[in-house]
């Protein structure tokens, strides 16, 4: 399947360790990236090539791989890290260029 | 400071075509491919088209090809999105984006995207 596939919410209280999942053949054959996206602003990239954080980006923003899931985590989660996030990979087979997961809200309170 | 300031979005009818311009500043334009990508109002994000550096190769979505043609204008630094046929459902906040270095389409970074709505 060229699907990739999140959980539509997460919650966490301040402080804690917020994990986004995000699961689809793709994520084991090209690289993975996740974007943040505020409410009523633009997706901004907080994770590219996997596991490489842009610059800017705070370091509490990490990810792994592991087979064919993706886990975006924010340790210590801020009331300013509530947003939807969204993964995103390619997928060259069947002329899927570009695959976004349905995204994640993620609501820290 | 990279800005993409994308124009052009509005109301439309259904089986009408617009075209939707991305005025890039602030980055060797020419040195990047680009991407278009929609959100449709309260959906998530859909990757819609993409272009090489020079403009030779381009790429769509399966719901947008023959539809959708993407182009670019490299010497005014420009993107655009030439929409034919438009649907109730192409109706969405068109973003267009700077591609992510040495990647192939991934979107890096964003504009602040144009409203399009189709609607009779």
């Known amino acids: 399947s060229d699907e990739l596939t999140q959980p539509p919410s997460v919650s966490v209280s301040p402080g804690q360790s917020a994990r986004i999942t995000c699961s689809g053949d793709a994520m084991s054959k090209k690289y993975s990236y996740w974007y943040q996206q505020k409410s009523g602003q633009a997706p901004v990239l907080v994770i590219y090539?996997?596991?490489k954080r842009p610059s800017g980006i705070p370091e509490r923003f990490s990810a792994s791989i592991s087979g064919t899931m993706a886990t975006l985590t924010i340790s210590g989660a801020q009331v300013e890290d509530e947003a939807d996030y969204y993964c995103?990979?390619?997928?060259?087979?069947?002329?899927?260029?570009?695959?976004f997961g349905g995204g994640t809200k993620l609501t820290v309170l | 400071e990279v800005q993409l300031l994308e124009s052009g979005g509005h109301l439309v009818q259904p089986g009408e075509s617009l075209r939707l311009s991305c005025a890039a500043s602030g980055f060797t334009f020419n040195n990047f491919a680009m991407s278009w990508v929609r959100q449709a109002p309260g959906k998530g994000l859909e990757w819609v088209s993409g272009i090489s550096e020079s403009g030779q190769k381009t790429y769509y979505a399966d719901f947008v090809r023959g539809r959708f043609t993407i182009s670019r204008d490299n010497s005014k630094n420009t993107l655009y999105l030439q929409m034919n046929s438009l649907r109730a459902e192409d109706r969405a906040i068109y973003y267009c984006?700077?591609?992510?270095?040495?990647?192939?389409?991934?979107?890096?970074?964003w504009g602040q995207g144009t409203l399009v709505t189709v609607s009779s």
């Open positions: 984006a700077k591609v992510v270095s040495g990647s192939h389409l991934t979107p890096d970074v």
């Open positions: 995103y990979s390619t997928d060259s087979s069947g002329n899927r260029w570009g695959l």
């Open positions: 090539e996997d596991n």
